[in-house]
């Protein structure tokens, strides 16, 4: 089995930071994207960020210029570093993560559990 677990939402207002983390961890032979989703009340799920193993990213427009995605290998570990937050970024965020597993090296698709971020104004 393998598992993602989120921290880092809460409550920040207008244009104050927030820092998201997602560890994976279980029966993981390699790790290749791993990356950011949100889902907004009534609104589909959408990509924020997302970032290889190589360490190439991808970023939704809307973000751009304001969030950062990161990763530690060594961790299996993603983060999300979000500055000059808005109203519009409130929703809950959800790790994502590619993966081969060991024993027999199949491909896995993982999601965490989510964590909320809301952003006054």
């Known amino acids: 089995q393998v598992q993602l677990v989120e921290s880092g939402g809460g409550l920040v207002q207008a244009g104050g930071s927030l820092r998201l983390s997602c560890a994976a961890s279980g029966s993981i032979f390699s790790i290749n994207a791993m990356g950011w989703y949100r889902q907004a009340p009534g609104k589909q799920r959408e990509l924020v960020a997302a970032i290889t193993s190589g360490g190439s990213t991808n970023y939704a427009d809307s973000v751009k210029g304001r969030f950062t995605i990161t990763r530690d290998n060594a961790k299996n570990t993603v983060y999300l570093q979000m500055n000059s937050l808005k109203p519009e970024d409130t929703a809950v965020y959800y790790c994502?993560?590619?993966?081969?597993?060991?024993?027999?090296?199949?491909?896995?698709?993982?999601w965490g559990q989510g964590t909320l971020v809301t952003v006054s104004s």
């Open positions: 994502n993560a590619d993966l081969i597993v060991v024993v027999t090296l199949g491909y896995l698709e993982v």
